[in-house]
């Protein structure tokens, strides 16, 4: 299943954090590596090394979000390489450019920064968590009538019911296969015309369990609006720092010509 | 008190008569069971009885309050919890205690409280210390105590239970059960659906439905006794009933109120000392 990122519990700083204070940091870092240059992109780097090592994560850790990307990093650096035009690095290869090879870096490890950046947030945030910060970033969205606790409400039960819905498809694919249905041989279309009986299914299921769960809601008494949490967040000493030396490091490497 | 009048349901204008309850009542704290064959109305009665479903006609009192008055519709929710059958679907967090947190939450009740209830309905159903525990990893077992205790975190007057322990092991089942006595003791009204004759032993009063109607109502005793009406109606009786019940068939001197298994064992020897006088042979053959 999804491991992609997964909250791995461990007692750091950054574990501690507000959860706003982490999600407000991914999204200045994701904007400034997408506009880096080569130096900055080095700068980067080490904050995030920087920033796995205060949360004792592990290069395993850390590589285990990049490994599913491998084949598309490899992919989009030879896309780079090949197809800029520039002047040839070698005469033999004329296809090869010196603006190619440095286009194809700097966009992979764009790409790769990326990830880092969001599994550190992942895998240092639990998702309720996670959802309880977006939740309190959202809320001056009720000046446009959009209600961050209904949003809130939403995610988490999406995120809730996605390991359901994972393991019913298990087990109708089991159940179909215990009676003889073959989903591996054929063709293409053969097999997606297999699977799609099984998401039929899989949907009718959901539509059944969406009403109860309604129902199950509306009996403990919800209702679309305001509602209160039993942790609410709170800012603490710690977690002012980390955003003032935030900002002054994203600033810094916006203001400081390299 | 819950006061059933003149109800009458239909699920569309013309469908057939889903429900028909001349009258009803329970009790304050009152433990009462709801037993029935599939499909006589069940869980359509106990849907009434915190205003998922309102009367086609006729009324519910609540503590006063009627169901189809939506002023008072937070309140009846808060007075009368429901437990449905698939614990899956109506545990909507990730970890127990943010499930048991979205009643008071919904309540708009402050953190110190919501965490004070937490502890509270844990403790209530026996799983404090399973706070953090993602709420995919339980047993189907656990996965009822939390959904009972989301619904204890409201703090309600009546509890209303969907075949609590339908898929559940024996351990399991006899677990629910004495959740539900313990609550039933501490002063919460307990409306127990089942189609198990074995789980209305516990109960004051038991109410029998047959096609949308009470057909049947009384003490667990009075209900078992009729073993040939409700063998009739597809329920089967307990095995302490059925064999009292062959006993007095066969023209035995058996009360009708046997109904625990000690108190079969003691009728059954007390029949054979009879029998055979005291002392005599036969006095220790097997019960």
Same mark, same amino acid.
């Given at each position: ?258 | ?24 009542? /329970? ?5 009462? @069971?709801? /037993? ?173 439905? *047959? ?45 009708? *109120? ?9 009728? /059954? ?13 036969? @006095?220790?053959?097997?019960?």
């Amino acid at each position: 299943m999804f491991h992609l990122g997964q909250y791995i519990p461990r007692p750091s700083v950054v574990h501690g954090l507000d959860p706003r204070v982490k999600i407000l940091a991914t999204l200045m870092l994701s904007m400034t590596i997408l506009q880096a240059n080569t130096a900055k992109a080095v700068v980067l780097s080490v904050f995030l090394i920087g920033g796995a090592w205060l949360s004792r994560l592990s290069w395993r850790d850390v590589g285990a979000a990049l490994r599913p990307l491998v084949f598309f990093f490899g992919f989009l650096f030879l896309l780079h390489l090949f197809v800029t035009d520039g002047r040839p690095l070698s005469p033999s290869f004329p296809m090869v450019t010196v603006e190619g090879l440095s286009r194809g870096l700097i966009t992979t490890w764009q790409f790769m920064a990326l990830v880092v950046c969001a599994a550190l947030l992942t895998m240092t945030t639990t998702p309720s968590e996670l959802i309880s910060g977006i939740e309190r970033l959202l809320r001056p969205l009720r000046a446009v009538r959009i209600s961050s606790h209904d949003l809130a409400i939403m995610v988490s039960l999406a995120l809730r019911f996605v390991p359901m819905l994972l393991l019913e498809f298990h087990r109708l694919r089991e159940a179909q296969l215990s009676r003889g249905a073959d989903f591996r041989g054929g063709a293409v279309m053969e097999r997606l015309k297999k699977i799609s009986s099984l998401a039929g299914v899989l949907v009718i299921q959901t539509f059944q369990r969406a009403d109860e769960l309604a129902q199950a809601m509306e009996g403990r008494g919800y209702e679309r609006g305001p509602r209160t949490y039993l942790r609410e967040l709170k800012m603490g000493y710690a977690d002012y720092t980390v955003m003032v030396l935030m900002l002054v490091f994203i600033g810094a490497l916006y203001t400081l010509a390299f | 008190m819950i006061r059933i009048e003149n109800l009458e349901f239909r699920y569309a204008a013309e469908a057939p008569l889903a429900l028909c309850l001349v009258d009803a009542q /329970i009790g304050d704290g009152q433990y009462v @069971a709801l /037993i029935g064959p599939n499909g006589c109305g069940k869980t359509t009665l106990a849907k009434h009885l915190n205003g998922l479903l309102t009367p086609t006609s006729g009324d519910i009192w609540v503590d006063g309050m009627n169901t189809k008055d939506s002023s008072t519709l937070r309140d009846l929710r808060r007075a009368v919890g429901m437990v449905f059958q698939n614990p899956d679907n109506q545990i909507v967090g990730m970890t127990v205690e943010e499930d048991l947190a979205f009643g008071p939450g919904n309540l708009r009740l402050p953190a110190a409280e919501i965490g004070r209830r937490v502890e509270e309905a844990l403790r209530a159903v026996g799983l404090a210390g399973y706070e953090k525990r993602p709420t995919h990893t339980l047993s189907g077992g656990e996965k009822r105590l939390v959904a009972i205790a989301g619904v204890l975190a409201m703090r309600p007057q009546y509890l209303v239970f969907d075949e609590p322990t339908s898929f559940l092991d024996p351990a399991g089942k006899r677990r629910i059960l004495s959740v539900i006595r313990k609550l039933n003791e501490s002063g919460i009204g307990i409306i127990h659906i089942t189609h198990d004759m074995d789980e209305i032993v516990e109960s004051d009063h038991v109410l029998v439905m *047959t096609e949308g109607r009470i057909s049947m109502a009384g003490s667990p005793g009075e209900v078992m006794s009729r073993v040939e009406e409700m063998k009739a109606m597809g329920l089967g009786p307990p095995q302490v009933t059925e064999l009292m019940w062959r006993l007095r068939q066969s023209g035995q001197d058996v009360q009708e *109120t046997v109904l625990t298994i000690d108190e079969a064992v003691k009728t /059954i020897s007390s029949l054979i000392l009879r029998k055979s006088g005291p002392g005599g042979e036969g @006095a220790h053959s097997g019960v």
